[in-house]
């Protein structure tokens, strides 16, 4: 029971980031297909922000009116929502629309804010819901979430990202030679070739090189109906999890745990007389000298300062230029450092599990 509990929280996690995360691991072959080409980055990184009109809305809800809103509902429309626009997208990321003297990929950028939008919410609902769940869980969670970018980036490994070979292109002219035998020595495109007549009425073919675009293993369609089955894997974990009948007695358990805490705060009263009152008292004592002190406001300033710059750099700034630091060097290049890059996050979780270190200034 405990290990079936501990797979649907990490399945449950996993649907908080999937969408996006495989949206950015599958940018380098959305890149070479769509109109907008390198600009491509910089418009989903300008829509993926927009979308935090999403938790934006839960705060100021949860804040004035902190009855009308229930986790549950909320995440079962996230996931709802979250599935069938893969499904959707998986069929409609290509079509361009005119728009401004131009072809756009519309259906694209609309698309993808809503896929944004589940995944920002994502971050003010799923929490509220895992408090209802014993704190040891909490960890598996945070282990599902950082799956949400390592299997999309592992599928986009196996897809590839496809080449860019050259091809010796061979043309026959149509036009009417020369009955006169000649020899000419042209250069098109860096390459040499020699245009022999040797026979009236025919004419040498004509060859230059040409760059073909080899497609990558599977298609972007199969990429965004795994990712949907992803999603539709993480919708049935949440139903499942929320049935579960000790979902909703685990946060009492936590109160019990407690209980020492909670007594030795408690004023104390006439009728608390004797050893027992005594043994809180020490207790209590006890735990007012093993609480540590407040952090400081210009520590708490530091910290929040730090991540909002690792938060605008990793989420905003480099993601848009990432087209033009990487493609550069051939979509293979560009493939693996956007899919890296995903990776890096779980695997930076795995490490800070193992060096359980909370001094800001070294971290930093």
């Given at each position: 029971m405990a290990f079936l509990m501990h797979l649907l929280v990490c399945v449950?996690?996993?649907?908080?980031?999937?969408?996006?995360?495989?949206?950015?691991?599958?940018?380098?072959?959305?890149?070479?297909?769509?109109?907008?080409?390198?600009?491509?980055?910089?418009?989903?990184t300008v829509v993926i922000q927009l979308a935090n009109i999403g938790p934006l809305l839960v705060t100021l809800l949860h804040h004035f009116?902190?009855?009308?809103?229930?986790?549950?509902?909320i995440i079962f429309t996230l996931l709802g929502v979250g599935t069938v626009t893969c499904i959707i997208f998986a069929f409609l990321w290509n079509m361009t629309s005119w728009v401004l003297d131009g072809h756009h990929s519309i259906a694209f950028l609309v698309?993808?804010?809503?896929?944004?939008?589940?995944?920002c919410t994502s971050s003010v609902t799923f929490l509220p819901f895992m408090s209802r769940l014993p704190t040891y869980y909490l960890t598996t969670f945070f282990v599902g979430e950082g799956l949400s970018g390592l299997l999309p980036a592992l599928v986009a490994l196996a897809q590839g990202s496809g080449l860019t070979t050259c091809v010796n292109?061979?043309?026959?002219?149509?036009?009417?030679?020369?009955?006169?035998?000649?020899?000419?020595?042209?250069?098109?495109?860096?390459?040499?070739?020699?245009?022999?007549?040797?026979?009236?009425?025919?004419?040498?073919?004509?060859?230059?090189l040409e760059s073909r675009y080899l497609p990558?293993?599977?298609?972007?369609?199969?990429?965004?109906?795994?990712?949907?089955?992803?999603?539709?894997?993480?919708?049935?974990?949440?139903?499942?999890l929320q049935r579960q009948p000790r979902c909703w007695e685990a946060s009492v358990e936590d109160l019990l745990n407690d209980q020492v805490t909670l007594h030795s705060i408690r004023p104390r009263e006439e009728n608390d007389l004797g050893p027992a009152g005594t043994v809180d008292s020490s207790q209590g004592q006890g735990y007012l000298e093993e609480k540590a002190a407040p952090c400081c406001p210009a520590h708490l300033a530091f910290i929040y300062t730090l991540v909002a710059f690792v938060n605008a750099l990793t989420n905003g700034m480099l993601p848009s230029v990432q087209t033009y630091s990487c493609l550069s060097y051939g979509p293979v290049a560009y493939h693996l450092a956007a899919t890296l890059s995903i990776v890096a996050n779980p695997l930076a979780s795995l490490v800070s599990m193992f060096l359980p270190n909370r001094c800001a200034l070294i971290w930093s």
């Open positions: 449950f996690g996993m649907g908080s980031w999937v969408t996006i995360n495989g949206l950015w691991v599958e940018l380098p072959l959305l890149v070479m297909e769509l109109p907008e080409g390198w600009y491509l980055p910089s418009y989903l009116r902190p009855s009308c809103l229930s986790e549950v509902p698309l993808t804010f809503f896929l944004a939008l589940v995944d292109v061979t043309e026959i002219s149509d036009s009417v030679p020369s009955p006169v035998p000649t020899r000419e020595t042209d250069i098109a495109q860096g390459v040499p070739r020699a245009l022999v007549s040797a026979l009236p009425g025919m004419e040498a073919p004509l060859s230059h990558a293993h599977f298609s972007p369609l199969v990429f965004f109906l795994l990712l949907s089955i992803m999603m539709a894997c993480c919708l049935v974990a949440f139903f499942v």
